[in-house]
């Protein structure tokens, strides 16, 4: 991600004006618009598998998957991030431009935004009381890093590799990492084959 230089300030309301006009995605930091860099092939292929193996298996539920486009209100006035995707089965997720209340997000790592969705974005995605899962994926190896809220409202990690199912509770669906990662190739050292 890189801020707009001739754009230091922006309210939100012009920001929620403006963006949707624009060619590329801009999330928005407290003010501060920021460009989101564009991903690599494997990047869009993970996101790719993840959203379809989602939307075909929520196909006859109330819920609603969404890749890249669509942005998550993070906090009204303040924060709109752009997942690669998520989901939600909230009701009152009726707005045209953002989702309010999700249930599960995913974010597909890549080495210059690993640091920021481990960190500052999970902290503020965690305060969504709607929020049950948040679900980091690797594209380097055949990694996926589940954090769940557990019943006394605590972050638990749980990781998968390439063998496993993931089991995602927050909306009673798995999915074999194997499907995740069609078509996703892996330059993997001998001594890793064990993730194979």
Request: hydrophobic share 40%.
């Amino acid at each position: 991600m890189v801020a707009l230089p001739d754009r230091s300030f922006m309210s939100a309301s012009a920001y929620l004006e403006w963006e949707p006009i624009q060619e590329g995605r801009y999330e928005y930091w407290d003010g501060e618009v920021v460009a989101m860099s564009g991903g690599t092939r494997t990047h869009n292929r993970i996101s790719l598998n993840f959203s379809k193996l989602l939307d075909d298996a929520l196909i006859d539920r109330a819920c609603d998957v969404y890749i890249a486009e669509v942005k998550v209100q993070v906090e009204p006035g303040q924060k709109y991030f752009y997942p690669d995707v998520v989901v939600t089965c909230d009701e009152r997720d009726d707005d045209a431009q953002f989702v309010q209340f999700p249930c599960l997000i995913i974010e597909v790592l890549s080495p210059s935004t690993e640091a920021i969705d481990r960190g500052v974005k999970f902290a503020k995605y965690r305060r969504f009381f709607s929020l049950k899962e948040y679900v980091l994926v690797q594209t380097s190896q055949p990694l996926v890093e589940v954090f769940r809220r557990n019943d006394r409202g605590q972050w638990v990690l749980s990781e998968y590799t390439l063998r496993d199912t993931l089991e995602l509770e927050s909306i009673a669906v798995e999915i074999a990492i194997a499907d995740l990662y069609r078509q996703v190739e892996f330059e993997l050292d001998p001594s890793e084959d064990q993730l194979t």
